[in-house]
């Protein structure tokens, strides 16, 4: 079974703190994701990944970056955290290989700023 | 750029009936996957079933099956005999099929949402 894990499950900040989130997928997946996740909103992509050293910008990038030295290690860094970043952090994996193979997520990173 | 549409917050359904969740898109694209998730309260998003555009038969998986209609762009999850552990956030989700396209065609597009409840 292919695994996605989040460094923490519940992390509370406070304004202005340059915060870290990580994930490791232990499948070798050229893909890799973070999603912000908000009641009534759904899930939006903050930033990817398709191959170390390479990301690219989603739909929400601002306030956010991404560093991906490693194949399997993906992290999403908020540079100084405000307090409309608090939110549920998804992180996701996938191959790159077929279209119809689905995303592997982690179960999340409830991120609080006060 | 692509959207995904879930009209129902929220739904309920009784332990052991049927249960339909909707969920309505917009393309341009004619080649395209489209995938339910399910995100119980542990938070782990599962995938629940996926369709491929260009396939005319609807998929089903077990007690999941969708209902595919391309030309009005709906993909609506039906879910037979609920249990009580099917009690989930349910996300509909688009992905372009464009080869080619760039690693950007890899992401997907998420609906809101619908949670759904199981009375016992």
């Known amino acids: 079974d292919v695994k996605v894990t989040q460094s923490s499950r519940y992390l509370v900040k406070r304004t202005g703190e340059k915060v870290f989130l990580e994930c490791v997928q232990d499948?070798?997946?050229?893909?890799m994701f973070w999603y912000r996740q908000d009641p009534g909103l759904g899930l939006r992509l903050i930033y990817f990944?398709?191959?170390?050293?390479?990301?690219e910008k989603g739909d929400i990038p601002e306030g956010y970056s991404v560093s991906r030295e490693k194949k399997e290690r993906f992290s999403l860094i908020l540079e100084s955290a405000s307090t409309n970043q608090t939110s549920m952090y998804l992180c996701?994996?996938?191959?790159?290989?077929?279209?119809?193979?689905?995303?592997?997520f982690g179960n999340g990173t409830r991120l609080t700023v006060t | 750029a692509q959207t995904v549409t879930q009209s129902q917050p929220e739904m309920s359904v009784q332990e052991a009936e049927t249960v339909t969740l909707s969920c309505t898109y917009d393309?341009?694209?004619?080649?395209?996957?489209l995938f339910w998730y399910k995100q119980p309260p542990s938070r782990q998003m599962i995938l629940v079933i996926r369709?491929?555009?260009?396939?005319?038969q609807n998929a089903t998986e077990n007690r999941f099956s969708v209902n595919f209609q391309k030309a009005a762009k709906s993909f609506s999850l039906k879910i037979s005999d609920s249990q009580l552990g099917d009690a989930a956030m349910y996300f509909c989700?688009?992905?372009?099929?464009?080869?080619?396209?760039?690693?950007?065609?890899?992401?997907?597009?998420f609906g809101k949402g619908t949670k759904l409840s199981v009375i016992p």
């Open positions: 996701a994996s996938g191959i790159q290989v077929t279209y119809n193979s689905p995303l592997h």
């Open positions: 499948m070798d997946h050229e893909n």
């Open positions: 990944s398709y191959d170390v050293k390479m990301k």
């Open positions: 393309t341009s694209e004619s080649d395209y996957y």
């Open positions: 369709q491929e555009a260009y396939k005319q």
């Open positions: 989700a688009y992905r372009s099929g464009l080869e080619g396209s760039g690693a950007g065609s890899y992401q997907l597009t």
